[in-house]
């Protein structure tokens, strides 16, 4: 299992000065129901919706409308789950004896910056699916922790326990629109049911390595296991493009310059950014 730190109990108090507290004030808010609710018309995305996002409309009833946001306890307790994204850290760099090594949240986060920054996407592609199948498909290990091959869990019986996670963690948003839309965004990246399923497993190996390469450098290791489990598993042009060219030959030139060098060019890179940032700051 993956380190956790502790989380408060669900449906627990928050102190006033919390930040998540905001959202349980009485009157209007995020989370709470207009007094007059009212018929709405929303988007509904297929896994074939056009790039911009663009398909067709359903009308909700009103108790749709009312089930999709979710009651403000059920809103805070699903963010506080979700918490536990933030505290614990990945196992694979545990195991290699890596320092303050990232956490799940810290993984899906770069992943969607992928999906957002990533050029010439194939027609037909829906970039913010993509965005939200990464920002979703580790969601269970808020509650089953990061399980890695390492662990000796069968691929099954690691599938059931975080489908089980999943639907526990929906119910604790209080099912809805929201709640189903989760569910349907995982399940397409675990069934790899889609082209934005494809390319965001393709982010999932591609951040995996990157990672790889910062530690590396960083800590001075040999992490070869992730570059070998990943090669020759990409799907998607884009993902190839990204490790072939760039990735690898950047790992060749830090493995064939000595650690200190490497080392210093990053700080260099490091504070001539936090110059620039003053520069633009003052």
């Excluded at 506080?80 to 850290?89: A, M, S, V």
């Excluded at 999906?115 to 939200?132: H, M, W």
């Excluded at 995982?186 to 965001?200: D, G, H, I, K, T």
């Excluded at 990672?211 to 800590?219: F, G, K, N, P």
Aim: glycine share 6%; with cysteine.
């Amino acid at each position: 299992m993956a380190v956790n730190s502790s989380t408060p109990p669900l449906h627990r108090a928050l102190p006033s000065r919390s930040p998540l507290a905001f959202f349980n004030r009485t009157g209007p808010g995020f989370f709470t129901h207009s007094p007059n609710p009212r018929l709405v018309s929303v988007r509904s995305h297929s896994q074939n919706s056009a790039p911009d996002g663009s398909g067709s409309k359903r009308s909700l009833s009103l108790e749709d409308s009312q089930t999709s946001i979710g009651s403000s306890s059920s809103a805070i307790d699903f963010l506080t789950l979700c918490h536990r994204l933030k505290t614990t850290k990945r196992k694979g760099w545990i195991n290699h004896g890596i320092k303050g090594p990232e956490s799940i949240a810290d993984h899906m986060y770069r992943m969607a910056l992928m999906a957002l920054i990533a050029a010439d996407l194939p027609s037909g592609l829906n970039r913010e699916r993509c965005i939200k199948i990464a920002i979703v498909h580790d969601i269970a290990e808020a509650i089953v922790g990061d399980i890695t091959p390492s662990d000796g869990v069968p691929k099954e019986e690691k599938s059931r326990m975080e489908q089980a996670a999943l639907s526990e963690m929906c119910k604790v948003l209080g099912g809805g629109m929201r709640a189903e839309e989760i569910e349907e965004l995982w399940q397409e990246y675990e069934n790899n049911s889609s082209l934005e399923a494809n390319l965001v497993k393709d982010f999932d190996k591609v951040e995996l390595i990157l990672q790889a390469l910062e530690y590396e450098t960083q800590h001075g290791k040999v992490l070869d296991e992730f570059f070998v489990s990943t090669a020759g598993k990409f799907q998607t042009e884009i993902g190839k493009s990204i490790i072939d060219p760039d990735l690898v030959s950047f790992r060749v030139a830090i493995r064939t310059t000595s650690y200190v060098g490497a080392t210093s060019k990053l700080q260099q890179l490091n504070q001539s950014c936090q110059s620039e940032f003053c520069i633009l700051r003052c």
